[in-house]
Structures are given as structure tokens and as C-alpha cells.
């Protein structure tokens, strides 16, 4: 029988030379299923990497799903690349490759570069097209003002199925362009100056959350098309809001359609499964040191970069990749060439996809989730470091929830807790992460987390979230903190919004809303973020009484603000305390303030007295008010 395959390739002896050198990062030009016009006639031209197959077909509703009806050719460059034209399709057909395997084995795998994918549980992958006509040329030209570090970077994080769905048909989940306006208003509304969506890559596995990939390139179809998010992430970006898609570069999962095993053997993989399987989330772990691999990866995030005007990358578990011991007893992994555990491939990898994303989106923000004190996460990779812009603070997050966890009767002996932090807190550009991983599997929601009765609960979350908007660095919270969700995330339904009727909720929920206010009008809080010029402790070691007191300094010295916060229930009368600056002082925010649900001690301008206190010449004294924080500002 004839092939109705005709030969065609898109690949230049160039492409072939930096792919197999692992440097072609755009990869999404030129392989998987690209629409052509040859002569006047359209097709559909196919390119996969399958260097040990025996042979890769074409199979899809157009054939019949026979393998042996529209076979590819193999290069002739040993590149391992098939390709081929097939003429009669278009847009929107559903396809898989067959590959026969050197042990005469047949599989069915989705095209690691497919653009769209089959809804689950379908698993095919189908032709689609990136183009849209994008009118975000505005934000496009001055982002990098939004994602500089002596910017306001306060993020919501959400998980698009579960942010809220069909009110009329709670289990039906909105698509991107539902979503749009509901989203974008409550976003600006808030205050909030980045969006972070948990992974929208297809996955076939939803309480995965989308951190199992298997259409690495795909835009999931749960939610619409690809034009379909492009729209979203464009009308956010209208309405100035920043947008950052979590990136899974870690781990991919098992299953049969997907890069496991793709051609019969382990090829983004590592075939010893004391480096390529990964024994908490039973996936595989991507064999960073083959360059077809790497090439594979950059590509990837170049592509939501370049395709789907994405404006960071959150690079999930980075700790994984970087330690070959991560999650393993002795025995169970290799160490490196100089017997060491760290993976030096994974590592070389980080620094090249940081390089790539700085030559060729100089104004995207990159951010490690790493967990380790692996050093200079966030520094510069000419200096020595790994060059992401900025890294979850998980020892401040830990530290911090295990500290408001205690019942303030305890807390003068966990006192280290709230201050420990300042130790290393300028060696790393760092993110305050309050995350989906907090209030999930049996952890309890935030407000949940806090002790004391229901006054005392959200009086704890108060006090929480001021320390993390006053503290050095940019901030983070998941959906459903800002109104104090009462339940654990749970991804197969909506948040509940019907809270925002109840008195506490709908309080903590205006709350939040003025931390962003004022979090972006201080410019104290956020022009020195990463700097230790921009902190300084005014009291760390009042234990007994609960308090802490800090200085955020920003470029002028008039701006410069006061934080002090009581952990204890007991108002602290008369409480004296050092301050930088003789004058008088007024409080411009404080968490006790009746409307955000506290008890409402007031204040009027506190005026200094030439009390020596604490190394200041002068002082203050001031009444503190219960579980609560306020913010002193010099008035001018």
C-alpha cells in the first residue's frame, strides 16, 4: 500500500545542530504537529523524537487508528527525528503517534509538543494553532515596571477549577473566558498586582492540581482553547495585572500516553531508577543531562513566555531536582562525579534555562520553590549563582505559621520564631509564601490554624497577615485566605464565597484588601524588599510581652515606618518603645480598627520624648491594642 506520508521537513540542518547540542529553545517552531501549505494545498506537517523506535505512524479518526497507514520517515542525520506531511487534515483533528519499539512492542503516545490536547479522560492530542491577535502591546512595553524588585509584588495564587465555578451547576467548572471578568474585577479590587495560576498545562489526573503533566504544551481543554486563555491572560493585563503560571520542570508522570518510556526506552528519563524515579509523587524525573532533553525544556518555557505572554515562571520543587538524595535513604540514589548529592546536571540545566529566559525576556520574573539553604538560589549566575529572580521563603513560612499555631501563653518560648527569620533573610531575594500547600491534606485552613475563640481567631490572622505585608520581601496568599476560608482547599468545588455574608469573613476580607492599599502606597514596604538597609529590629526580645518592632526603610527617609505588633490578647498599656525619629508619630493602619472585626483601641498622634530607649535617644509610649499590629508613620 502506498504511504499517503509525503516527505517535508521544517528542520534546517541548523535546527538539527542546536537540538541535538541542546540549545534550540524554540523547539515549538518546528516540531510536533505544525498546519503547512505546500503548493496551494494544506497539510499538516508531523515531527517527533523517537531515536529508538523502530518505526512512528500517524494515527488518528482519519485513518482509523491504523498504525500502519501514515508511516513518518526518519531523518537521515541520526538526529532520531520522524517526520513527514500528510495533506487532508487540519485544525482539529485528533491524532496519536504509534510507535513500534526495537522489542516489536506498539504504543500510542500524545505528541510531547501537541498545543492541545483531548478533554480528560481522553488522552489524544489534536491540531491546533497558537496564533491570536493580542492587543496587550501597552502592558507588553511596560511590564518590567510591574516586575521589578523595588516594585509592590503581592500575589494571588489560585487554582482556576476551584476559584469559583457555575453557580447554577456547582460541579461545572468555568472556561478561561467565563471566569475573565469575575476574576480581573476581584483581582483589581483587592489590590492584588500579580495573579499566580497553579499549573494550566494538561494533565489527565485533576487532583494532581496540574503539577502531572502530560500535554507540557497544551493549554488544558478543561477550561476552553488556547485562544481561550489567551484572552484571559490578555484582559488581565489590560486591567494591569501581571500574570505567573506555575512550572513543572521537576518530575512527569506514568502514564501511558505521556514521555514515559516514549519510544521503549527511557528517553527523558534516566533508565536507573535511582535517578529517574521520584519516590514521593511515584513520577519520573527528566534526565537533565541529555541535551535533546534540555533543548525540550527551554523550549517549553520559552514557549509560555513567548506564545501566551506569560510574565514569570514559579519553577516547582526545585529542591528535587538540585539533590540526588532528595527523598532517598542511603542506597537508594547515585552520587556525582566527585561523590557528592548534589545533581550537578539539574543544576547546569537551572542556570541555562535562567540564562535563556533573561536573553530572551529580560522582563519576565523567574521564582524557585526551594526548600533547602542550597546558596545564592536568587543571585546571579555570573556571581555564582542560579539565577532566578526571586525564592519562596519556606523557613519564614514554617517559622512563622508553627509560631501563631501556639496558644499566646506559650508564645514568650517560641519568641525565636518571629525573629529568626532576619538571619538569613537578605541572602536570598525572597517570596512570603502562604500557598496551597498550607491548607491542604489535614494542615487546616489559615483561620483554622490560629487559636483562641472566633475572635481571637481572625485577631491572630490579622495580626498574621500585617507581619507578612510589613516584612521584608514580595508577598504571596492562596485563594480563600483573604476571607479566612473555614474548610481545607478542595479542588472539586468552588471557595466558599457565601462567607463574605458573615460578619468575621466579609471584615478580614476589607482587611486584606486595605494591606494591599496600603502595602502599595508605603513606599517603606517595598523599595528596599530584598536589602538589609531596608529592615531594622527596634525590639526582638521582648519575649514576655508578646511584642516585636521593626523599621521598614524605603529611599527617603520620610517615608520611613514603624510596625509594631502585639501577640498576646492583654493590651500592653503605656508600652514604651525606641523610635528612629523625634516628632510626632500617627498610626496609619491598625488591625484592631472595628472595621476589620477588631475591638477599636484609638489613637491619636503620639508625640516622642526625649527618653533614651533601646539605643534611640528617643521615645514613645503607646497602648497596644490586643492580638493586633499598627504602622507609625512620621508625620510631616
Given at each position: 500500500m502506498n504511504n499517503p506520508?509525503?516527505?517535508?521537513?521544517?528542520?534546517?540542518?541548523?535546527?538539527?545542530?542546536?537540538?541535538?547540542?541542546?540549545?534550540?529553545?524554540?523547539?515549538?517552531?518546528?516540531?510536533?504537529?505544525?498546519?503547512v501549505y505546500i503548493d496551494g494545498k494544506q497539510g499538516v506537517y508531523f515531527a517527533i523524537w523517537a531515536p529508538n523506535a523502530q518505526g512512528v505512524s500517524v494515527i488518528g479518526n482519519f485513518n482509523g487508528w491504523n498504525p500502519n497507514s501514515h508511516q513518518l520517515f526518519v531523518r537521515w542525520d541520526e538526529s532520531g527525528i520522524w517526520e513527514g506531511v500528510i495533506f487532508g487534515i487540519g485544525l482539529g483533528e485528533v491524532y496519536k503517534y504509534s510507535i513500534l519499539t526495537k522489542s516489536n512492542e506498539r504504543l500510542e503516545k500524545a505528541d510531547p509538543f501537541s498545543l492541545a490536547m483531548e478533554l480528560?479522560?481522553?488522552?489524544?492530542?489534536?491540531?491546533?494553532?497558537?496564533?491570536?491577535?493580542?492587543?496587550?502591546?501597552?502592558?507588553?512595553?511596560?511590564?518590567?515596571?510591574?516586575?521589578?524588585?523595588?516594585?509592590?509584588?503581592?500575589?494571588?495564587?489560585?487554582?482556576?477549577?476551584?476559584?469559583?465555578?457555575?453557580?447554577?451547576?456547582?460541579?461545572?467548572?468555568?472556561?478561561?473566558?467565563?471566569?475573565?471578568?469575575?476574576?480581573?474585577?476581584?483581582?483589581?479590587?483587592?489590590?492584588f498586582t500579580h495573579v499566580e495560576f497553579m499549573p494550566l498545562m494538561e494533565h489527565p489526573y485533576y487532583p494532581s492540581w496540574g503539577y502531572q503533566i502530560t500535554g507540557y504544551f497544551a493549554a488544558s481543554s478543561r477550561y476552553g482553547s488556547p485562544q481561550d486563555l489567551m484572552f484571559l491572560i490578555e484582559s488581565l493585563h489590560k486591567n494591569n495585572i501581571a500574570v505567573i503560571l506555575d512550572w513543572v520542570p521537576s518530575h512527569f508522570p506514568g502514564d501511558a500516553n505521556g514521555l514515559y518510556r516514549f519510544d521503549g526506552t527511557a528517553l527523558f528519563e534516566h533508565e536507573d531508577p535511582r535517578k529517574g524515579f521520584h519516590p514521593d509523587w511515584k513520577s519520573y524525573i527528566f534526565n537533565y543531562g541529555r541535551n535533546e532533553v534540555r533543548s525540550f525544556l527551554i523550549s517549553n518555557a520559552l514557549f509560555w513566555l513567548d506564545r501566551y505572554h506569560i510574565d514569570g515562571l514559579r519553577v516547582d520543587a526545585v529542591a528535587s531536582m538540585l539533590y540526588l538524595d532528595y527523598s532517598r535513604q542511603d542506597g537508594e540514589w547515585i552520587a556525582n562525579e566527585f561523590g557528592g548529592r548534589e545533581n550537578l546536571e539539574a543544576v547546569h540545566?537551572?542556570?541555562?534555562?535562567?540564562?535563556?529566559?533573561?536573553?530572551?525576556?529580560?522582563d519576565v520574573l523567574t521564582i524557585a520553590e526551594e526548600s533547602t539553604s542550597w546558596p545564592q538560589v536568587s543571585k546571579p549566575i555570573q556571581e555564582g549563582g542560579l539565577g532566578f529572580d526571586m525564592k519562596w521563603m519556606m523557613g519564614w513560612m514554617h517559622d512563622t505559621l508553627n509560631y501563631f499555631k501556639e496558644d499566646p501563653i506559650n508564645r514568650k518560648y517560641h519568641h525565636d520564631k518571629m525573629t529568626f527569620s532576619t538571619v538569613y533573610a537578605f541572602s536570598e531575594h525572597f517570596m512570603l509564601p502562604l500557598s496551597h500547600d498550607e491548607v491542604v491534606h489535614g494542615k487546616q485552613s489559615l483561620i483554622n490554624k490560629m487559636p483562641g475563640d472566633e475572635w481571637q481567631k481572625f485577631a491572630n490572622l490579622r495580626t498574621l497577615y500585617l507581619y507578612m505585608f510589613t516584612f521584608s520581601g514580595a508577598k504571596l496568599l492562596f485563594m480563600g485566605a483573604e476571607f479566612?476560608?473555614?474548610?481545607?482547599?478542595?479542588?472539586?468545588?468552588?471557595?466558599?464565597?457565601?462567607?463574605?455574608?458573615e460578619a468575621p469573613h466579609k471584615k478580614l476580607h476589607h482587611y486584606v484588601k486595605k494591606l494591599n492599599q496600603i502595602y502599595r502606597s508605603e513606599p517603606a514596604l517595598y523599595e528596599k524588599a530584598f536589602s538589609v538597609h531596608g529592615f531594622e529590629w527596634l525590639e526582638a526580645g521582648d519575649s514576655d510581652n508578646g511584642v516585636v518592632a521593626y523599621i521598614r526603610r524605603g529611599h527617603d527617609a520620610a517615608n520611613d515606618l514603624v510596625i509594631?505588633?502585639?501577640?498576646?490578647?492583654?493590651?500592653?498599656?503605656?508600652?514604651?518603645?525606641?523610635?528612629?525619629?523625634?516628632?510626632?508619630?500617627?498610626?496609619v493602619f491598625n488591625s484592631d480598627d472595628i472595621s476589620f472585626y477588631g475591638s477599636g483601641v484609638v489613637f491619636s498622634n503620639i508625640k516622642t520624648q526625649e527618653i533614651p530607649w533601646m539605643n534611640q535617644e528617643n521615645s514613645?509610649?503607646?497602648?497596644?491594642?490586643p492580638l493586633a499590629g499598627v504602622i507609625l508613620k512620621l508625620t510631616k
Open positions: 506520508v509525503e516527505v517535508f521537513s521544517l528542520l534546517t540542518e541548523f535546527d538539527i545542530n542546536l537540538f541535538c547540542a541542546g540549545k534550540h529553545f524554540k523547539l515549538y517552531e518546528k516540531l510536533g504537529a505544525q498546519t480528560a479522560p481522553g488522552t489524544a492530542s489534536v491540531v491546533s494553532t497558537n496564533w491570536y491577535q493580542w492587543n496587550d502591546e501597552k502592558w507588553m512595553r511596560q511590564r518590567k515596571e510591574s516586575n521589578r524588585l523595588d516594585r509592590p509584588i503581592s500575589v494571588y495564587e489560585l487554582h482556576l477549577g476551584s476559584w469559583i465555578r457555575d453557580p447554577n451547576t456547582p460541579d461545572r467548572q468555568l472556561s478561561y473566558r467565563e471566569i475573565a471578568d469575575s476574576l480581573i474585577g476581584y483581582v483589581k479590587d483587592m489590590g540545566f537551572i542556570k541555562e534555562f535562567n540564562e535563556a529566559v533573561n536573553a530572551n525576556f529580560p479566612g476560608q473555614n474548610s481545607e482547599w478542595n479542588e472539586n468545588r468552588s471557595l466558599d464565597w457565601h462567607l463574605l455574608y509594631v505588633l502585639n501577640m498576646t490578647p492583654l493590651i500592653r498599656y503605656n508600652y514604651r518603645l525606641g523610635m528612629p525619629y523625634s516628632g510626632n508619630w500617627e498610626v514613645i509610649e503607646i497602648d497596644l491594642p
